[in-house]
Nanobody
């Protein structure tokens, strides 16, 4: 059984930082293009960042470039997303997934999501 388990979300003030983790079982994360998507209240899913199996040219949404960083620890089979300089508009549920570009829910594997709330 494949499982993606996210952690690290929480409540943080604007300008703060968080690190999200996604630990996988049943699959080897290094063999997939995988990343983080988010869904803000009342909005659709959007890719935040994703990385290929070669880790070449990670993708970042324009809204997070220069603030977020994706990385992967092969030994721990874990994907990370470092979130810096957080803004209120970053408030969302963040999902670890290897879904397609369209973020189809029936495509790939999905974690349960971790909530990030940015508020003063």
């Amino acid at each position: 059984e494949v499982q993606l388990v996210e952690s690290g979300g929480g409540l943080v003030q604007p300008g703060g930082s968080l690190r999200l983790s996604c630990t996988a079982s049943g699959i080897n994360l290094t063999t997939y293009t995988i990343g983080w998507a988010r869904q803000a209240p009342g909005k659709g899913l959007e890719w935040v960042s994703r990385v290929s199996s070669t880790h070449a040219d990670p993708y970042y949404a324009d809204s997070v470039k220069g603030r977020f960083s994706i990385s992967r620890d092969a030994a721990k089979n874990t994907l990370y997303l470092q979130l810096n300089s957080l803004k209120t508009e970053d408030t969302a549920t963040y999902y670890c997934t290897n879904s397609n570009w369209a973020l189809s829910r029936d495509s790939g594997y999905w974690g349960q999501g971790t909530q990030v709330t940015v508020s003063s």
